[in-house]
């Protein structure tokens, strides 16, 4: 399902994009360096020259995108895999962690690595088994991954849309809505592309700014990526033998045997 970004309205919008132009200068600018009205206001970041006279009409353009979103799940697992060696139930001889599965062939030479360590010691054992097992969610984070495309704002005047219709640039549909703002100097006004040049407007002259404001679809992914970590524990038991003892049976048969040879041994004595 798509969701949709609102545009601003364009009240809201020029001022805010103002105050950012302003923000984003980080210092004085400096006058810009080509000449004329027109060519100066297609510049970015510079002083527009005041031409005179009583009014004074100016432009400025701003680039008015709204996202158009598709959600996208996307799933990544980690694996987190420990493989320890026990001796007679209670001695570890072997333990090493490791970040991928239990397959792994890195897993698969730690196990032939402990059999080593267990048979050296003289040991009996049989295959790993799984002694814990866990599945937890790590992170979910959304990124934005663009599908069409998003325009500057040099572009957008470079197509030439005419005022007030909806054109085409690099095949996406694009308006153009003119608007106009009067401001009586003294005062400074931002124009230009993203109204990110300055205009001094004289004391009693009227600036007249003509705003082009381009608006257009960016459809995009907003991918949802879950990170899942699995972790494991496998343990190999290896036992080492403890001397042979007896059967009860056995020792009956000893008993016998031992009586048989001292009744012998008295009656050779008599």
């Not at 009205?37 to 709204?66: R, Y």
Request: charged share 10%.
């Amino acid at each position: 399902m798509k969701s949709r970004t609102g545009t601003k309205s364009l009240a809201v919008l020029l001022p805010a994009l103002a105050f950012t132009a302003v923000l984003a200068q980080g210092g004085p600018l400096l006058p810009c360096t080509t000449t004329g009205l027109v060519a100066q206001e297609e510049q970015s970041n510079c002083i527009v020259a005041n031409p005179g006279g009583s009014t004074v009409i100016t432009a400025s353009w701003t680039n008015d995108p709204t996202y158009v979103n598709t959600p996208v799940s996307a799933t990544v697992n980690d694996y987190q895999t420990t493989l320890t060696a026990i001796l007679n139930g209670g001695t570890s001889v072997y333990q090493q962690t490791f970040f991928v599965p239990f397959s792994d062939p890195s897993v698969l030479s730690a196990i032939t690595a402990a059999d080593g360590i267990l048979t050296s010691d003289g040991a009996t054992f049989g295959s790993p088994f799984l002694t814990s097992n866990s599945v937890s969610l790590q992170s979910s984070v959304l990124s934005y991954v663009a599908t069409s495309p998003t325009f500057n704002t040099p572009t957008l005047i470079g197509c030439g849309i005419t005022v007030n219709t909806t054109g085409t640039c690099s095949g996406v549909s694009v308006t153009n809505t003119l608007s106009s703002t009067g401001t009586f100097g003294p005062a400074t006004i931002m124009i230009g592309p993203d109204l990110s040049d300055e205009f001094i407007v004289l004391a009693g002259q009227l600036d007249v700014n003509i705003n082009s404001d381009f608006t257009y679809d960016v459809y995009q992914n907003a991918v949802t990526t879950d990170t899942y970590l699995t972790a494991q524990s496998y343990e190999i038991d290896g036992t080492t033998g403890t001397g042979t003892v007896p059967e009860p049976g056995t020792l009956g048969l000893i008993g016998c045997g031992l009586a048989l040879l001292a009744l012998r041994h008295r009656r050779r004595c008599s």
